[in-house]
Nanobody
Framework: QVQLVESGGGLVQAGGSLRLSCAAS????????MGWYRQAPGKQRDLIAL???????NYADSVKGRFTISRDNAKNTMYLQMSSLKPDDTAVYYC?????????WGQGTQVTVST
């Protein structure tokens, strides 16, 4: 059974940094394009970054230049380095395949950015 486990969230002041991790089972990680998504209170879940199995990346305009997605295939782990955080980045962050697969959603990790 495929599992994705997000970690690394927390409370940070505006302008600070966090690194999120997504631990995935090998069967999905070696094949799929993976993505980071986030869902702010009262809003829909949005894709913010993706990375292909070959390492190509793409970002939503809202995070471009501040967030960096990466993956370590040997460790079956994907990362999201977040810097220059803003209060608008407050959300629950999730990883999933791209396009997302409903059964792959994990619990997410909460990121809260204070002013």
């Amino acid at each position: 059974q495929v599992q994705l486990v997000e970690s690394g969230g927390g409370l940070v002041q505006a302008g600070g940094s966090l690194r999120l991790s997504c631990a995935a089972s090998a069967s999905i990680f070696s094949i799929k394009t993976m993505g980071w998504y986030r869902q702010a209170p009262g809003k829909q879940r949005d894709l913010i970054a993706l990375i292909t199995s070959g390492g190509s990346t793409n970002y939503a305009d809202s995070v471009k230049g501040r967030f960096t997605i990466s993956r370590d295939n040997a460790k079956n782990t994907m990362y999201l380095q977040m810097s220059s955080l803003k209060p608008d980045d407050t959300a629950v962050y999730y990883c999933n395949a791209y396009p997302p697969i409903s059964t792959y959603w994990g619990q997410g990790t909460q990121v809260t950015v204070s002013t």
